[in-house]
């Protein structure tokens, strides 16, 4: 376990990079910009160490870039329609940076902010205080993530977060998933543990209406190829331009990933409801980390989380974080290979 340098931001702030290792080699970096996930190594069936997530590698690319790579979302992610709620008779009007609503926190959400971490005991420990008021939200939230990695090649993120004020709270982490370590995702083969997932409309805001699977595109209940039906005209991924998709889940077990190529299997399990299947439609063209390629759908998300727009749709799992209770989630990434 060791901290480096990385760089520094526009404004002269220095960045930190805290890194755990395993005996087989296994690696992960997070910095405590955004505490944000900067690669994840593991090994794929023949002992090669793969890096299985998207990211860069300088600060000043972090922050001119607005993809969320790998960063933990909050206060609030996934959007918020007309970047407004009520909460105890008052109305709250936040930052529309997603068309006329509002995305993962703001336009100075938590990906976008420093944490204070530390790294020990073999976990990499990053906490805030976003105060009141901080792109329009209420209360002082103290937020705690929590990274660690165990010898059998598991991530394990856990959430704390507490307030003095009733207020919205609906973290994770928006890591995108490659785990041929580049180029398409497509190939990859998915399953998704759910019967059910939250309708878009125009602007991949959940309507409120939830949708059956089965005999759609969206049924990954068994697993298949992420390309096999996403070019199908269907209407959600029209409007989405692909899977891009709050999945109500069955149990805890929320989804399964394997790459032929590689035969890295990950596994993902959350104490949480649902999980954004996002397969990268909006990424553009640009350099990654180590020389790669970033590209359209050059990558899988699987954000667990509360059920996007929760604050208004009747129904929907309350994102609210009542004053002076404690939040406390946790969501396991587990690698192996096949």
């Known amino acids: 376990m060791r901290t480096l340098p990385f760089g520094t931001l526009s404004d002269g702030t220095p960045v930190t990079a805290a890194r755990l290792e395993t005996a087989s080699g296994a690696s ?5 910009y955004g505490a944000t ?16 997530v998207l990211g860069y590698d300088t600060a000043a690319e972090y922050e001119r870039n607005n993809y969320y790579l790998g960063a933990t979302i909050g206060r609030v992610g996934n959007r918020i329609a007309g970047a407004r709620f009520s909460l ?16 993962h926190g703001g336009v100075k959400g938590f990906d976008k902010r420093m944490w204070d971490m530390t790294a020990v005991n073999g976990e990499i420990v990053c906490k805030r ?14 937020v705690t ?59 991949c805001l959940p309507t409120g209406r939830l949708l059956d699977v089965a005999g759609t595109p969206f049924d990954f209940r068994t697993e298949k190829r992420i390309g096999d039906e996403i070019g199908t005209a269907h209407e959600q991924l029209q409007r989405a331009g692909g899977y891009d ?4 889940l069955s149990g805890k077990r929320a989804a399964a990933l394997h790459s032929e190529k590689t035969g890295i299997d990950m596994r993902v399990d959350t104490d949480l409801p649902g999980m954004q299947v996002y397969s990268g439609n909006f990424l553009e063209k640009h350099p ?51």
């Open 28 to 32: 992960l970096t997070v910095l405590d």
């Open 37 to 52: 996930i900067q690669s994840l190594r593991v090994p794929d069936r023949d002992g090669r160490l793969v890096d299985v």
């Open 88 to 103: 105890n008779g008052t109305d709250y009007e936040l930052a529309k940076n997603d068309g006329a609503n509002h995305l």
């Open 129 to 142: 205080l976003s105060p009141d008021g901080e792109e329009g939200y209420p209360g002082n939230l103290d």
């Open 145 to 203: 993530v929590t990274f660690r990695l165990t010898e059998d090649n598991a991530l394990h993120i856990t959430y704390d977060a507490e307030a003095d004020a009733d207020t919205p709270v609906n973290l994770t982490n928006h890591s995108y998933f490659n785990l041929n370590g580049g180029g398409s995702v497509l190939d990859h083969h998915l399953q998704v543990f759910a019967e059910r997932f939250c309708e878009g409309d125009a602007g």
């Open 245 to 248: 998709h709050n999945y109500c």
């Open 288 to 338: 990654g980390k180590g020389g790669t390629e970033i590209d359209r759908r050059g990558a899988i998300c699987l954000e667990t989380q509360l059920y996007p727009n929760g604050m208004n749709c009747w129904g929907f799992p309350s994102p609210v974080l009542r004053a002076g209770s404690k939040l406390h989630s946790e969501t396991v990434y587990s690698f192996g290979v096949r």
